[in-house]
Each structure stands twice: as C-alpha cells, then as structure tokens.
C-alpha cells in the first residue's frame, strides 16, 4: 500500500488533489460539497477580510519601515555606509527566520506565530524611538532592535500566508479570489506604504514615521487575534504522517519541496525571476533613467505605472480567474510583465512608449499572482503547509540580495543597453523553459472529488463521480 505521505506527494507531482470514498447512498447528504460551492454552508466573511485586512496594516508597516529607518539613520548619523547596513540587519534575519519557523509554525499555529510576530515587531519598533528620545540609543542596539523586527517579522508574515485557503473556503468563493486579493493588498501596501512614510517623514520627522510603524503592527496583531483562526486540514485530504522532531519537521518540508515537480519548478522559477528584478530596479532603471536624461522623476513614474496597473489587474483576477485557463494566463501574464519593459529600454524608446509597455506589462503581472499563488496552495497539505510554503518562500527571496550585484556587473561589461537585452533575454527563458516540461500540465483547475453517490460502487473501494487524475492506479491504492 502506498504511505499517506507518499499519496499526498504523488498528488503534489500531478498538481491534483487524491481522491475521497464516497459514503454509502443513503449517508451522502452528510458529504461536505466543494470549498468552492457557493451553496456548501453559510457563507463567513469575517476570516478572509481579517486576513487582509491583517497583511494590508504589517505589509504597510514594513513598506513604512524600509524608507523611514534609512532616513532615520542617515539624518542621525550621516552615515551612508551605516544607512546601508540597516537594511542588511533586517532583511537576513527576515529570510533565515522565514525559512527556519516553518515547523514551529505548523506545530504552534499560525495564528500564535503571526500575533506573536506582530506584537514583537511592535515592540521592538515603538522602542528605537523611545530610546532616541532618551539619550539611550546607540548604533548597535539599533542593529539589534531591527534584527528583532526582521526575525518577527519573517514568520508572522509566512504564517499569515496560511490563512488564504481556510479564508476563502469560509466566504465560499474560488481560490483564485483569495489570492488575487492578497496580491492587490500587497501591490498597494507596496505603492501607498512609500508614499505615507515621505510625507510623514517630510512633514514631521523620521521618529513619527517609525511610531506609525509600530501603530500597525500593532493593529495587524489586534486583527489576527481576534478574526482568524487556524487552518485545518481540508475533508478530502489525504493525511500526513507527522515527522517527529524539528529537525525531522523541517526535512519533512524540505523533501516534500524537492519532490513535488511542479512546486519546485515555480518556486525556482520565482527565485530567478526575483533576482532579474532586482537587477531591473536597484541598478539598470536608475542607470538608463541617468543614460538617457530622463532623470529620476522617470523612475517614480515607471515603479507607479507598473504598480498602479498590476493592482487593477489583481482585483480583476480575483473575480474572474478561475474560470481562466491557467497555464496560458501565467506565460501571457509573465511574459508581458517581465519581457517588453527590457526592450523598450534597450532599444531606446522614448518615455511614453515605455510607460505604455509598463501598463501593459502591469497589467499582465497582476494577474500571474493569483494563479500561481493558488496553483501553490493547492499542491502543499494543510499539515505541510507552514514548512513548505515558508521554506518555498525564502527559496524565492535568496537570490534578492545579490541581484543589485549582477546588475552592476553587467553594465560593466554588456554596457545599459546590452545588460537590458541580457537580463530580459535571461527573464524570458525563465519563464519559458519550466514552462515546457509535461509537470507544468497540473497548473489546471482541480476539482475535489464529487459527492454524488451515484454509478458509485462499494464492497472493494472503488470510487465513481471523481474527477479523474493522472495517478488513477496510485489514487484507487490509496483509496
């Protein structure tokens, strides 16, 4: 017989949810109807706009934190090479803790990690000015304090990325809707977070920016404890057997990653493609903004278009795209998003026509999240969910920190133009080649296994009225 873990692993390969036995005729009423039905039980609101509501106040902390501390720090200290380290300082202990709590956040809860996280960040945030004002703040204890703030922040973050599925299963609406909300949230949180933190820090002072920071991470915490609650394993889940051990836990995650064809595929996919953006915005936009004359004013329209674009799209994904063809979405989407912006530049369009690729290109970004985000949820177990998603999460931001170095060296070498033809060249076969490969096929819409009892066959297992799977003969074993 095949292993519990094994069934859900080979369900994770096909991108399809193993199948359930249907009860006897007279017991199917009791069957849970899909997550997706809109008639499947009263309709609860309360987790999927606490979960958003949640990301939008701790994302627009961190958006806040990430231009008033350099700001901060530079004012106080003068510094640009102590303003440089500050970021540093967060964002490792953000990727090493993200990777690392996985386990703990399956075995505590997510709801536990996130306001623990949340309330942590809060403190440690609202004390850096506290003690500025006092007389009492030296550089290393900043360092310290922000070291607090990245190592908090990083697995409340990941947990609050579990309550996506539970979310949206409660307010009865497809996946897709859940995920396409997340990303807007995100996208905006991404776009209006910067903007707060100028005019505050413009208008009255880092310090105040940094208590707005710790007001809502505050408030993120208020709304998770008070509105969430912790994910459970959906009814035709196939159950995992439970690693004993952290260390155990966390190789659980880590094997289950590498195993699982098409999760790994996105998810080095995303590290590549994250690294080349990178490269895009911190060195080869300001270079060709300064090349071509168009200053830095050109900088904030390109980073505001695109953002601006790509949140429409997001909220348009979240109502419509589960009734899209998934595949064919994330090669248009990211093609769009990630190819032409490259071009435009390389070959020296003028500024409209660029920020005419990037609305398209926005555009076409907004809607990748939402399909990937719930291709990716539906491929990881609810128990498996906070070790791999976290895990899988921190594989995508690895490459973040050196992507400003590839973009240096390839000005250096290729020049702008050339560099501008490189990386969009490097984009477009990341996203192509994994394209390609016959795993990608479980990118489709799945289904859960149909409770109607009907042509249903009993004595030996065998189950009618599912939705049929790659793995037919693993899915009957299991059964």
Known sequence: MTSR?????????????????????????DTPD???SPDGGPRVLRGLVGMLSANAASLSANRVLSIALPWFVLTTTGSVGKTGLVAFCQIVPYVLAQALAGPI??????????VAGDLASTVATAAAPLLYLTGNLSFGLLLGLLAVVGAADGPANGAKGLFVPAATRAARVPLERGTGLSAAVERTATTIGPAIAG????????????????????????????????????????????AEGYLSRLRQGAVFLR???????????LAVTNLLDQAFMSVLLPVWAKETGNGAGAIGLVVSIFAATSIIAALVAAGVAERLPRRAVYLIGFTLGGVPRFVAMATGAPLWLVLVVLAVG?????????????????????????????????????????????????????????ALWIVGGLYLVAIGVPALNREWSGMRKQTVPDANPVDTEHGNGSVAGRAAVPEEAAAKEVV
Request: hydrophobic share 45%; net charge negative; glycine share 10%.
């Open 5 to 29: 873990h094994a069934a859900a692993q080979q369900a994770a390969d096909s991108g399809t949810p193993t199948p359930t036995p249907v009860p006897d005729a007279p017991d199917a009423p």
């Open 34 to 36: 899909a997550p997706d």
């Open 105 to 114: 956040i399956d075995r505590v809860g997510p709801k536990r990690i996130s």
């Open 199 to 242: 005019v505050v820090v413009a208008s009255f002072g880092s310090l105040y920016a940094l208590w707005i920071t710790a007001f809502l991470f505050g408030v993120s915490a208020l709304i998770v404890s008070t509105t969430l609650s912790d994910p459970v394993p959906e009814p035709h889940e196939v159950p995992v057997e439970e």
């Open 259 to 269: 195993d699982a064809k098409l999760l790994r595929s996105i998810v080095c996919m």
């Open 362 to 418: 926005g555009l076409g970004s907004g809607f990748v999240n939402p399909i990937v985000g719930a291709v990716t949820y539906e491929l990881i177990p609810t128990p498996l969910l906070g070790r791999v998603k976290t895990l899988a999460q921190a594989v995508t931001w690895a490459g973040i920190p050196f992507g400003g170095l590839l973009g240096a060296g390839l000005v250096t070498v290729a020049g702008t133009s050339g």
